[in-house]
């Protein structure tokens, strides 16, 4: 019982974590060390789910108790909306999840709050209904927030921003993302590969908008996908994919990519194009270090360099590109579903400032490009002040910038680039631009 308790023990710290301002990624991996391996993916699912139904958990125990918990017994809120999340959303028997976290309370030294976890735990077994119905309710703002289990400035920026798909947009953002793979076809074929997949009992399916792309009907681990070890696949999302795609190169050509890490679309650079010279730019020392682990994986050669993309001084040799990746730093909320921790811990001033990063780095990635060549923008965001009205403010300032059309049966068209919203991949922005000579 105790292993089980240290469990929901991480969780909860896990998410007051994040609370405070630290992302998922940073915590989760620490807390993960702490227990045994068996109890690892448990660990993760309370995490990733109780931060993707936060604020609808919120709602439901401001129901639940007559008065908030002060701000300094926030761990004890995040312990009770685990438990709710184990309640509603988890086939742990519900004796289980009660009994299991109202233990908690005494290994964080907390013994006084024992009879509140499990009241207002019991509480809601008994009032599941009623809860439920909030839901569904669209009277007010709070039962909007409820209902989509989202912040009510994300919603407002989305209904603006996209009224006849924000709906879409929500709904995807709470559901569990694919796990897809990219075949490195230096090695073997797409189709190849999913033989070999069907050879190991692994069910997968050939994505329609990404040539390379494979999605498994269940995510599995990557030490059991064949040839992962020797650089036959990688996991990378489908919509991410298309960024390889996009960019026609001829060998001998220069190449950066820019914001670079964690190096997926480096990889599929070099793997699509032999003869390349590419360079990966990266602000992040520490993230570069994991571009150079999928590198030597894969069994690739790039230029990584540690610098500011608005300050080539930095790091340029006044060589120019005949192309340029620029995947920017961005809000990231078309891969809410992947990271649910972004409805915590982005702030809707965040949104502006990004975009004036944005475009400082879109403005100096320019000046680096020989004319003729291209710049594909990109962003994993859904938020058009950094995607289609970056572009179009760029093009109005830019004489020399020509915007290509992108063909595909993938993304709305935006006039200005496509759009990808979350579903059968990430949420994605693209757009293509030549400078003229």
């Known amino acids: 019982m105790a292993r089980k308790s240290s469990v929901r023990l991480a969780a909860a710290t896990a998410v007051t974590r994040v609370i405070s301002g630290e992302s998922l990624s940073q915590v989760l991996p620490d807390l993960q060390e702490t227990l045994p391996k068996k109890d690892q993916a448990l660990l993760a699912e309370l995490c990733y789910g109780t931060l993707r139904y936060y604020f609808r958990l919120s709602a439901w125990l401001n129901k639940l108790v007559d008065k908030p918990l002060k701000k300094k017994e926030q761990v004890v809120h995040s312990l009770i909306l685990v438990g709710l999340y184990q309640l509603f959303y988890t086939r742990i028997p519900a004796h289980a999840a009660i009994g299991e976290t109202v233990q908690v309370t005494r290994s964080?030294?907390?013994?006084?709050?024992?009879?509140?976890?499990?009241?207002?735990?019991?509480?809601?077994?008994?009032n599941s209904d009623e809860l439920n119905d909030l839901d569904d309710q669209d009277s007010d703002h709070f039962d909007e927030i409820c209902a989509?289990?989202?912040?009510?400035?994300?919603?407002?920026?989305?209904?603006?921003?996209?009224?006849?798909h924000w709906q879409g947009i929500l709904k995807a953002n709470n559901s569990q993302p694919p796990m897809t793979l990219r075949v490195n076809e230096k090695h073997l074929s797409r189709d190849r590969y999913l033989k070999k997949l069907l050879d190991h009992c692994?069910?997968?399916?050939?994505?329609t908008i990404a040539p390379q792309a494979i999605t498994l009907a269940k995510p599995v681990p990557v030490d059991e996908l064949p040839?992962?070890?020797?650089?036959?696949?990688?996991?990378?999302d489908e919509s991410a994919q298309l960024a390889g795609v996009l960019i026609d190169t001829k060998s001998g050509e220069k190449v950066l990519d820019a914001c670079c890490a964690p190096g997926g679309k480096t990889c599929h650079l070099l793997e699509l194009n032999e003869g390349i010279k590419l360079d990966a730019l990266d602000v992040d020392d520490k993230r570069l270090a994991r571009v150079q682990q999928n590198l030597d994986r894969i069994g690739l050669s790039a230029r990584l360099m540690h610098g500011d993309g608005t300050q080539p001084e930095q790091w340029w040799d006044n060589q120019l590109y005949d192309h340029i990746l620029l995947d920017a730093p961005c809000s990231a909320?078309?891969?809410?579903?992947?990271?649910?921790?972004?409805?915590?811990?982005?702030?809707?001033?965040d949104i502006d400032a990004l975009a004036r990063l944005q475009q400082r780095i879109f403005n100096t990635m320019w000046t680096l490009l020989k004319p003729g060549g291209t710049l594909l923008y990109a962003t994993c965001s859904v938020m058009p002040a950094e995607n289609s009205k970056q572009v179009e403010a760029f093009l109005s300032s830019h004489p020399d910038a020509c915007l290509q059309t992108i063909e595909g049966n993938w993304g709305y068209d935006t006039g200005f680039g496509?759009?990808?919203?979350?579903?059968?991949?990430?949420?994605?922005?693209y757009s293509l631009i030549k400078k003229q000579a």
Request: hydrophobic share 40%; no cysteine.
């Open 333 to 349: 909320t078309g891969v809410i579903r992947r990271h649910p921790d972004i409805k915590l811990l982005r702030q809707p001033e």
């Open 227 to 236: 040839g992962f070890a020797e650089g036959w696949v990688s996991v990378q």
């Open 418 to 429: 496509r759009q990808i919203f979350p579903g059968s991949g990430d949420g994605f922005f």
């Open 108 to 126: 964080m030294g907390k013994a006084w709050a024992r009879g509140l976890v499990n009241g207002v735990l019991r509480n809601a077994q008994r």
């Open 202 to 207: 692994i069910q997968a399916s050939p994505s």
């Open 148 to 164: 989509t289990a989202h912040p009510a400035w994300l919603i407002g920026k989305l209904k603006k921003g996209w009224p006849e």
